[in-house]
C-alpha cells in the first residue's frame, strides 16, 4: 500500500510537517506495512517556507528588516543551495500578524521589509526568488519593496516620498538610475491564490483594505493613489499590468513583482506541489490524503486540497480530505478530484480544544480512513 500524505498547515494548531506525521502516525497503527510519503504542502501562504524545506532539505536564514510599520523584524526566508532559488513569505516582513489589530494601518504600512529580504536573496546569489505573497498588512502596492530596491519615488520637489500607500497620491516622478541590477538576472515567481486586479471594486484597496484598518473613506484614497501610481509606472516601464489578474495580490506587491520584476503569477500550490516533487510522488500511489483547518467552497480558488486533488486526479488516484472543519459548499470539491472528505471533531469541541488535540484527532481520523479502507478493499477480493 502506498499513500502520498500531502496536507497543508492547520492553522493556529499544526505545522504542514506536524500534520503530516500525524497523520502517517494513525494509518500505520492499522497499516504498518504500507509506505507512507510525507509531502508537507502550503498553497503560498503562511507555511510555504517551511514546506518546501521541509522536503526539499533546505536551510532557513533569517535577516532584520523594517515590518510593515516600520519596527524592526527577523523575517526568515528559505534557501536551496542547489539551484540557487530563494523562497521568500512576504508575510515575514510585512505581514497582518505582525501588526496588532489595534494599530493596523492599511494607509502608512509598507512592503519595504519585503524589498529587504529580495536583496538579502541576491546577496547570497540567488538566481530564482519564489514569492509567496499571502497573509500581507500593506496596501503600497508594492512601492515600498521597490524602495528597498533602489526604485526612487519622488514628489513634485523632488523628495522621496514617506512609506504607505496613501502617499503615493503624491507621486511626481520614478526614476530607475539605481534599481538593483542584479534584479535583472533574476527568474522572479509569485505564489498566491488571489487573482484581484489593482484598482476598482474588485481591486487591492477595495476587497483587502478593511480588513488591514482602511475605513471607507480610506478605501478610496487608497484605490486612488493606486492608481496614481500605476499612471506613472506605465510611463517609464515596458507594460502596464494593473488589470492583470493577481496584481491586486498582497496589497498590490504583485502589481510591483510583475511591472518592475516581469514575475511570473503562479498558484501558490502549483509552486509548492513542482518544488516538493508531489506529481512524481503521487504516480503509482494507492491513496493521497490531504487537508487543511476549513474545507469549504473557497477551496476551489487555489487552496492546497484543490491543487493536490488535481494532480491526484491526473494519475487516477484516489483522494481523502481531512480537515478541521466541513464548511459550506465543500461537497463541490468532489467534482474536482476529492473521493471523501472527513472533519477531526468526533463530537462538540471548542475552538480551543480542537486545536490543542489536533495532532491526536488526526492520528485517529486518519486510522479510521485505513481501517475502512481495508475493509472494503476485502470485501472486493
Not at 528588516?65 to 532559488?85: D, F, I, K, N, Y
Not at 495580490?249 to 513542482?274: M, S, Y
Not at 494507492?286 to 474545507?295: A, P, Q
Not at 477531526?344 to 479510521?368: F, I, V
Request: hydrophobic share 45%; proline share 5%.
Amino acid at each position: 500500500m502506498n499513500i502520498v500524505i500531502a496536507p497543508d498547515s492547520f492553522k493556529d494548531s499544526l505545522s504542514a510537517a506536524a500534520a503530516a506525521a500525524a497523520i502517517a502516525q494513525g494509518l500505520a497503527q492499522v497499516w504498518p506495512d504500507a509506505r507512507l510519503l510525507q509531502c508537507p504542502m502550503a498553497d503560498g501562504g503562511e507555511g510555504t517556507v517551511d514546506a518546501v524545506l521541509a522536503a526539499c532539505q533546505g536551510t532557513v536564514r533569517s535577516h532584520r528588516v523594517q515590518g510593515p510599520l516600520g519596527s524592526s523584524v527577523e523575517a526568515r526566508w528559505g534557501w536551496l543551495a542547489e539551484s540557487h532559488t530563494a523562497i521568500i513569505e512576504m508575510a515575514e516582513a510585512s505581514g497582518l500578524q505582525l501588526v496588532a489589530p489595534g494599530r493596523r494601518d492599511a494607509c502608512a504600512s509598507s512592503t519595504f521589509g519585503t524589498g529587504e529580504l529580495i536583496r538579502a536573496a541576491l546577496d547570497a546569489g540567488a538566481r530564482r526568488i519564489i514569492l509567496a505573497i499571502g497573509g500581507s498588512a500593506t496596501n503600497d502596492g508594492g512601492a515600498g519593496a521597490m524602495q528597498a530596491l533602489g526604485v526612487r519615488l519622488l514628489d513634485a520637489q523632488g523628495e522621496p516620498l514617506a512609506r504607505g500607500g496613501l502617499a503615493l497620491a503624491d507621486l511626481a516622478r520614478i526614476d530607475l538610475t539605481h534599481m538593483d541590477p542584479r534584479l535583472a538576472q533574476v527568474r522572479f515567481e509569485i505564489a498566491a491564490d488571489v487573482n484581484n486586479p489593482l484598482c476598482g471594486p474588485h481591486g487591492a484597496s477595495a476587497i483587502f483594505g478593511p480588513q488591514k484598518g482602511a475605513t471607507p473613506t480610506q478605501v478610496a484614497q487608497l484605490d486612488a493613489a493606486l492608481g496614481h501610481f500605476a499612471e506613472h509606472c506605465a510611463s517609464v516601464l515596458p507594460r502596464d499590468v494593473r488589470d492583470e489578474p493577481g496584481s491586486g495580490a498582497a496589497g498590490g506587491l504583485g502589481f510591483a513583482a510583475k511591472a518592475f520584476l516581469a514575475a511570473q503569477f503562479r498558484p501558490g500550490v502549483e509552486v509548492v506541489a513542482e518544488l516538493v516533487g508531489l506529481d512524481r510522488a503521487v504516480q503509482g500511489a494507492d491513496l493521497v490524503i490531504t487537508g487543511e483547518g476549513r474545507f469549504d467552497a473557497q477551496t476551489l480558488r487555489g487552496k492546497t486540497p484543490f491543487g493536490v486533488a488535481r494532480i491526484a486526479q491526473r494519475h487516477q488516484v484516489p483522494v481523502v480530505v481531512i480537515a478541521g472543519t466541513l464548511g459550506e459548499g465543500y461537497e463541490q470539491m468532489y467534482a474536482h478530484g476529492v473521493d471523501a472528505a472527513f472533519a477531526l471533531p468526533s463530537g462538540p469541541l471548542s475552538l480551543e480544544q480542537a486545536c490543542g488535540e489536533a495532532a491526536g484527532l488526526l492520528r485517529a481520523r486518519a486510522a479510521d480512513i485505513a481501517r475502512l479502507w481495508r475493509a472494503a478493499a476485502g470485501r472486493t477480493r
